[in-house]
């Protein structure tokens, strides 16, 4: 059985970058009905906070992304004491004592000599006083001597990837102040809870041979990798710094869809086209590991407003009831105006601005040439209740009586009835107006907003 995780540190919100895992993890194991885990990667006490524990979670199920556990690294570091213990035991965890600064020089040099800048073992060389001495001043931390090999693997999008070890500098594993790092905490884990499948950025791909070669110390295979390509923004920079601008909630604020987001994410580096999903299971049916590529993805967000009106346009009546409720739109009236409405809307609070103008009157749109026309045309129009042929009779008698066709007789009584330049087909909105201003002046400015 397919067993997936998701592992953010919670150190920040969830941004499409992020959530471009997750979905992966999420889908690979919903397309098998396998089990999806979130693992809170919290060790680092300073800089993980509750805050965006509760946001990552809020966003993930507002999303509905919903996990099968969530499980916190914070509680299980007894694990990763026994880990450290038993490679520790096994002589492949040595202690080291240079500062970041020693470090840096060390570096320095070997660049200087056209040299790779990889760690030279130095505290290797330090007799059992030395390491007293230098213990006694400051706390030693814990590397882990990797052994040179090389790492072969096929990656679920990478293909075989072949990485020398010997080419690494040793990882830390262990801090001075005792906190086991990512690198060791995430093999245990993944070990301990059996994942069969680890889908993440390949900003990962080094540390997956480092993990490779742990869990084989460890006595464990390994789980399948997956490193997908990283997401740039529209013109190829990298992300990373605009990631802050998008996060989930920023987009969720903005009225981004949820389905919107998710479907782009979902085929967005693939080669397959973009389908609009209706729900996350029918995302999992489209999703395919073996059609990615391993090219960088743009992102571009721009794309989530188009989108967003799309899923919009196809959304089922019984998805959006609730919140026509919220708006208190009236039952009879709220499945007819679903369907009227939503082929036409940027986000789901326009549907708000629309119910305003249908039932207390819009603030009419008129200009200068058209005010005698819209005068005359609304002294022949009956007040509400409309129905569907309404609109097709007045305009008739309108037509009529004023001579005018096409364009210049129906946008005039469409600015002036709903207060905007577009909208649905007029026969279908006549029915659930409620109120009809006849008062009218020039007035051809911006459309009114709530
Ligand atoms: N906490 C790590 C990160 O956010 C997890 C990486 C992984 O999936 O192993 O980068």
């Known amino acids: 059985m397919i067993k997936t995780r998701f592992a953010p540190s919670p150190t920040g919100h969830l941004h499409v970058g992020n959530l471009r895992t997750a979905l992966f993890n999420f889908l690979l194991a919903l397309k098998s009905q396998g089990t999806f885990i979130l693992r809170l990667d919290d060790t680092d006490t300073e800089r993980s906070k509750q805050e965006f524990i509760d946001s990552i979670q809020f966003d993930l199920e507002w999303l509905g992304i919903h996990w099968t556990r969530v499980e916190r690294q914070s509680k299980r570091l007894e694990l990763y004491r026994e880990a450290a213990e038993k490679l520790r035991q096994k002589g492949q965890l040595y202690e080291c004592f240079e500062t970041q600064s020693e470090l840096a020089l060390r570096r320095k040099t070997l660049l200087n000599m056209g040299k790779p800048p990889i760690y030279d073992r130095g505290a290797l060389a330090l007799t059992e006083d030395e390491r007293e001495k230098r213990r006694s001043q400051t706390p030693g931390y814990w590397r882990y001597m990797l052994n040179g090999q090389r790492i072969n693997w096929v990656d679920g999008i990478q293909g075989a990837i072949s990485i020398d070890t010997s080419s690494l500098s040793d990882p830390v594993l262990i801090r001075a102040d005792g906190l086991c790092l990512y690198t060791l905490a995430s093999v245990v884990d993944d070990v301990e809870m059996g994942i069969t499948d680890v889908v993440r950025g390949a900003d990962h791909i080094t ?56 479907s782009l994410l979902t085929f967005s580096g693939s080669r397959q086209d973009l389908k609009m999903g209706s729900n996350l299971e029918d995302l999992a049916s489209y999703f395919d ?65 629309w119910w305003k103008i249908l039932r207390d009157g819009a603030v009419p749109l008129v200009s200068k040439d058209d005010l005698d026309f819209v005068r005359q045309a609304f002294s022949l129009l009956k007040s509400p209740p409309y129905d569907q042929e309404t609109w097709s009779q007045w305009t008739k008698l309108v037509s009529h009586a004023t001579s005018r066709k096409g364009k210049g007789l129906y946008m005039p009584l469409r600015k002036a009835l709903t207060g905007r330049a577009q909208g649905p087909e007029m026969n279908n909105l006549m029915p659930l107006i409620q109120k009809v201003t006849r008062e009218f002046e020039v007035s051809d400015g911006e459309p009114q907003k709530d």
């Open 207 to 262: 540390n997956t041979a480092v993990q490779i070669q742990l869990m084989s110390q460890l006595n464990h295979p390994h789980p399948r990798f997956v490193h997908h390509s990283l997401l740039t923004g529209p013109r190829g920079e990298p992300l990373a710094k605009r990631l802050g601008a998008l996060s989930i909630r920023d987009l969720r604020e903005q009225g981004i869809e949820p389905m919107a987001l998710l």
């Open 289 to 353: 590991l073996p059609n990615f590529s391993t090219a960088p993805v743009k992102f571009n967000e721009s794309d989530l407003n188009d989108l967003t009106s799309q899923c919009l346009a196809q959304m089922p009546f019984s998805a959006i009831k609730d919140l026509l409720e919220e708006y208190k739109i009236p039952a009879h009236l709220a499945q007819n105006f679903w369907h009227t409405l939503r082929a036409n809307l940027n986000q789901r609070k326009d549907l708000h601005d």
